[in-house]
């Protein structure tokens, strides 16, 4: 799970004509390494985890990050040591990971205790960081080299550590000595491989003596049943004091601390290493693997700084911690600076007030006349965390009444309202309807978006990224998650795009004459509203919103203005909304549809599905598919004097099914369906189709 550097991929980017015009900034970061970074680095330079912090343990492997924003390295890139505690040998590390010719990774080990300076320089430009390294005490001791202090965390600390005492970090160790069913009881896996990670200051590596669980005398036990803990504190009571995951797991050792805060003799960080120290091995531990393909991981680009207070509740993980304690914008102390949206944010590392540490398991959704809409744990369970974010921050009929600026709209996700049925206007004469999605999905975006495989590893021990906290119901190649659909609609789709919607047997919204999938049609149909929009007079069209085309041609939307009509800004509203939620309709698919066929109807645009003939047709019929042969898409089209049920499905020519384009009641009339066989081998094809009164199979041929 290696950290990722925003700066540092758009770097990369960059031309030498580029660099030339860049400000020059040098820096050197501590950076974290797990220990999956470890088993799969193919250098020699990564050989211990480290946890990312400034304060470490004293013999910790660490390593530094070097970036150079601006220019490349120069040829002689020196590090030197400007402070160091009296006795230390210490030195920066002769190997380097060379990332790319402006970014390297340097090593270094602290030997005795105390602050360290570590100055990187390239001819006139240099940078200065300062580390801490101390020993491990245990929160609640209060010994520090042998004298009794008389304080500990709890002294200063108490309220913090009073809910940290009923979190599962805090009593870890002690559950899994005593044999706890599903942790370390007879069926389970525990061994003495996992108290690593259960206990405070474990750090494999030999020149790490800093008076860690490790370093201290302990005898892992035979038998792991009730009571074994508490003999366990009589046998070995200063290796008991490091049992569980304690502050200094997160926070760094604390024998340099005793209240004070400078040179890093106390850090607290949002970042996601100190995770990624346990949480990022094997098998089973793949959290932070998963986080660093989600969009979470990536800082956002906006600038941050006074007047972004509102961007930064959503876009970084210290933003939305301040969001969910209340703290202001306007407090002193608030941290505008941008970063990931990290493990910490979402979590509450020191309390277990809610399911899964969440730091809020309750959102406010805006309603009309300036009230809210307050989605509960009952609802929406842990996915009601992600809607105090992905909602549209603004309503719209006080958006209508607003001034109208080039951001009129919702925010840029608005996926909340839409399953919650909010904030979409009925339009034209059309009744919004909504699909229980909401209702059928125990914790609502968590259901479907963090759906893990039952194997989230593949056979090479590499994590499969989708699901989980990746977030994201594809995998990087594209190759949709279909258990997020499976888990309640059976085996029905072959992918995302073969999903159709059905209102009184109509499915062609767009009203193109094709009944595509879901998705297809919702994108059609705000593609038919913004050409109608970009009709008005002096429009112009935005460069940030708009839809590619199957060409991958950029076609963008207009950019509402004050001379608008109501009707052409409510009808913008709904389009907007529908495009912003990004799911082409799936979260919601009668509440989008049917908004935007408000929204249709308000332009004047046609919304009657039409038929090939005025008549209905007298007699069933499987016409022969066109293109054929076909690739990747082709059309099969039927005819149905009768409504009733009609179920469609194409199998390969082995007889295997490969995909039900539709299974639903239909109303007498001609329809056509898309079939798209890209992800299919060439070759013959069957479709067959069944009605109450008709049977009929045709060939097919996908020649790629």
């Given amino acids: 799970m290696f950290r990722k550097l925003t700066t540092l991929c758009i770097s990369l980017l960059f031309t030498a004509t580029l660099f030339a015009q860049t400000p020059v900034k040098l820096s050197i970061n501590v950076y974290g390494v797990s220990p999956r970074d470890v088993a799969k680095s193919t250098t020699d330079i990564y050989t211990y985890p480290s946890t990312g912090l400034n304060n470490v343990g004293v013999g910790s492997l660490m390593y530094f990050k070097v970036a150079e924003k601006g220019k490349k390295f120069g040829t002689a890139v020196t590090y030197t040591i400007t402070r160091k505690p009296s006795g230390s040998t210490a030195k920066v590390g002769d190997a380097k990971d060379i990332q790319n010719d402006s970014t390297q990774v340097v090593t270094f080990t602290p030997d005795k205790p105390g602050a360290y300076e570590i100055t990187v320089t390239d001819g006139a430009y240099s940078s200065t960081i300062t580390i801490n390294a101390a020993k491990y005490l245990g929160y609640t001791n209060t010994v520090v080299n042998g004298v009794d202090t008389k304080v500990s965390c709890k002294t200063c600390h108490s309220t913090k550590v009073a809910e940290y005492e009923n979190t599962h970090h805090a009593s870890m160790f002690t559950r899994a000595m005593n044999g706890t069913p599903g942790l370390s009881g007879p069926t389970d896996h525990y061994s003495v491989n996992c108290i690593g990670c259960h206990t405070t200051g474990f750090d494999k590596n030999p020149t790490a003596v800093n008076d860690g669980f490790d370093d201290l005398t302990f005898t892992y036990p035979t038998t792991l049943a009730a009571g074994t803990y508490d003999k366990l504190v009589q046998q070995f009571p200063e290796a008991m004091k490091r049992a569980n995951i304690q502050c200094e797991s997160c926070h760094g050792p604390a024998s340099g601390h005793l209240g004070a805060t400078t040179d890093s003799r106390m850090v607290a960080t949002y970042d996601p290493a100190p995770c990624a120290y346990c949480h990022d091995s094997g098998t089973r531990h793949i959290f932070p693997e998963q986080w660093d393909a989600s969009k979470h991981a990536g800082a956002t680009s906006y600038p941050s700084g006074a007047g972004r207070e509102s961007c930064v509740r959503c876009h970084t993980g210290a933003g939305f911690a301040q969001f969910t304690e209340g703290i202001p914008s306007t407090d002193p102390y608030y941290d505008v600076s941008y970063s990931p949206i990290t493990c910490a944010g979402c979590h509450d590392p020191h309390n277990d007030a809610n399911a899964k540490q969440l730091r809020r398991t309750e959102a406010d959704l805006l309603i009309a006349d300036g009230k809210t809409r307050k989605i509960t744990y009952n609802e929406a369970g842990t996915g009601a965390v992600c809607m105090n974010c992905h909602q549209s921050r603004a309503e719209a009929n006080a958006a209508l009444a607003a001034s109208i600026t080039i951001r009129f709209g919702p925010h840029y996700g608005p996926q909340g309202d839409i399953l919650f049925a909010n904030n979409m206007l009925e339009l034209g004469g059309q009744k919004l309807y909504s699909t229980n999605h909401k209702g059928y999905t125990k914790d609502a975006c968590v259901s479907c978006h963090m759906l893990g495989l039952a194997n989230p590893v593949d056979a090479q021990g590499n994590v499969i990224k989708v699901g989980g906290h990746t977030f994201s119901v594809e995998t990087p190649d ?225 020649m790629k």
Wanted: overall charge neutral; charged content about 20%; hydrophobic content about 35%.
């Fill in 478 to 702: 594209g190759k949709d998650n279909l258990a997020v659909c499976t888990q309640c609609h059976g085996s029905t789709f072959q992918s995302f795009a073969d999903a159709k919607l059905f209102i009184n047997g109509y499915g062609d919204w767009d009203n193109d004459g094709i009944v595509e999938g879901l998705q297809d049609e919702v994108w059609g149909m705000i593609r038919k509203i913004m050409d109608e929009l970009g009709k008005i007079p002096g429009t112009t069209f935005s460069t940030e919103y708009g839809q590619y085309d199957a060409n991958g041609k950029f076609l963008p939307f207009p950019v509402p203005k004050s001379t608008w009509t109501k009707d052409q800004l409510s009808a913008y509203w709904n389009a907007i909304t529908a495009h912003n939620d990004k799911s082409g309709g799936i979260h919601n698919p009668k509440y989008v549809v049917t908004g935007l066929i408000g929204a249709m109807k308000l332009l004047k645009l046609t919304t009657d599905i039409k038929q090939d003939n005025v008549s209905l047709p007298v007699s069933y019929e499987l016409y022969q598919n066109y293109p054929n042969p076909f690739n990747p898409t082709t059309n099969i089209k039927f005819a149905l004097p009768k409504s009733g049920n009609v179920k469609l499905v194409v199998y390969d020519i082995t007889g295997k099914e490969v995909t039900t384009l539709v299974n639903n009641y239909l109303n007498a009339g001609q329809y056509t369906f898309e079939f798209n066989a890209k992800n299919l081998a060439s070759g013959i094809y069957l479709y067959r189709i069944e009605t109450d009164n008709f049977v009929k199979v045709n060939k097919m041929i996908l």
